[in-house]
């Protein structure tokens, strides 16, 4: 069972307009169309998509159109009641492809309705093999979030102990951006005050496997003084430079990184090995959502028990497939073509 979290889950209303965006004016759709998103959401669709047992853990109150959207598309979940509507996404397309992104911050969620939202996945990641935690966090959650309830994972505080597959502790990914990426890997600041990701009790915050794509990658390294700062765009043009930022992750106590590099493919670095997948180009359709298909691969593999390098053809594959697909739709591996995907062997450090 792999149990996904997202805090901060959405309706994406995707709305075509029939020529460009004009500012200030009145202008009627061609179409709409909506979906239950989110980043951890997504990550359980294309597990779905593939048969794979999973469970999106969120809040959202009972009658909430993002709740019915999932129970429409059969993909399961655990969700803590809030009364307040959770937010809307809004995409406005254009005929030539430009597409303009408004993202509502989320609903305010109290101190008790956030120990509420731990306890229900606290409770869910009993037996599971895989914890994902993903996306932004709602108005007014901690940016140290991800790394405090990796700590209760570990520690199955409120639940006994160990909480995962044969009582173990779960194996814990972490997507984001921002804040909470930079505080789910960071170490102690200077005055020694904040802990972040690092060790509390002898118990790590820090995830097994962390999935930024290039641009979160460069503000990873830039934030935490990991490597002389390069830009999204040098990491995607350089895997080389990637692996590297990736090692020094990985060397803070991050157990993998799997970096993705848009239409370069990816690369995943972990205390063994680095390697550099790609995959032959693709007619990308919509990019949208293909980093969590990408991380939605990894898992399945990893829970064939893929070797490393194996795990990464299948985070590249579904990359691959999820890119050439409409929308955020999501591909079955079965549509997939791992086979096609070239692994190389990079330098670490
Ligand atoms: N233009 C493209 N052509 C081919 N494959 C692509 C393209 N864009 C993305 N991919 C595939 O999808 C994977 C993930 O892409 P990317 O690095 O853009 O993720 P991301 O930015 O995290 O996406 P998101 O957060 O929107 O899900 C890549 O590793 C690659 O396999
Ligand atoms: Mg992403």
Redesign the pocket.
């Known amino acids: 069972m792999i149990v996904t979290f997202t805090a901060n889950p959405s309706l994406d209303r995707t709305v075509a307009l029939p020529g460009p965006l004009a500012r200030g004016e009145v202008q009627r759709a061609v179409s709409v169309s909506q979906e239950s998103g989110g980043?951890g959401v997504?990550v359980s669709r294309a597990l779905v998509a593939s048969g794979l047992e999973t469970i999106a853990v969120l809040p959202g109150a009972e009658n909430d159109p993002v709740l019915a959207g999932l129970l429409h598309d059969g993909v399961p979940f655990a969700a803590l009641p809030i009364e307040q509507p959770l937010r809307t996404n809004v995409a406005l397309t254009e005929p030539g492809g430009v597409t303009t992104k408004i993202n509502e911050p989320g609903p305010i969620m109290d101190a008790d309705q956030q120990e509420a939202l731990i306890g229900l996945l606290l409770e869910r990641a009993r037996g599971a093999s895989w914890v994902v935690m993903a996306g932004s966090l709602p108005p007014g959650f901690p940016a140290d979030f991800y790394a405090t309830v990796t700590r209760r994972l570990r520690s199955g505080a409120g639940s006994g102990a160990g909480i995962g597959a044969d009582g173990g502790a779960p194996l814990i990914a972490v997507d984001s951006s921002g804040g909470p990426l930079v505080a789910a890997v960071s170490g102690p600041s200077p005055d020694g005050t904040a802990q972040h990701g690092t060790s509390q009790n002898g118990v790590s915050g820090k995830p097994d496997l962390l999935?930024p794509?290039?641009e979160e990658l460069a503000e990873l390294a830039a934030a935490a003084g990991f490597a002389t700062a390069s830009t999204a765009d040098e990491l995607e043009a350089d895997p080389e430079a990637a692996a590297a930022a990736a090692a020094a992750v990985v060397r803070s106590g991050v157990g993998a990184v799997l970096a993705?590099?848009?239409?370069k493919?990816?690369v995943l670095v972990t205390a063994d090995g680095a390697w550099l997948a790609t995959?032959p180009?693709?007619a990308?359709v919509s990019?949208?959502?293909?980093?969590?298909?990408?991380l939605a691969g990894y898992l399945l593999a990893h829970g064939q028990g893929a070797a490393p390098a194996d795990c990464l053809r299948q985070?590249?594959a579904h990359?691959?497939a999820?890119?050439s697909l409409p929308g955020s739709t999501v591909p079955a591996v079965h549509q997939t073509t791992p086979d096609a995907v070239t692994i190389t062997a990079l330098r670490k450090d």
């Not at 993705?260 to 239409?263: F, I, Q, R, V």
């Not at 990019?287 to 990408?294: E, F, I, L, N």
């Open positions: 980043k997504n999935k794509n290039a993705t590099l848009g239409s493919g990816a995959h180009p693709v990308a990019t949208v959502g293909a980093g969590d298909s990408s985070a590249v990359g691959a999820a890119a």
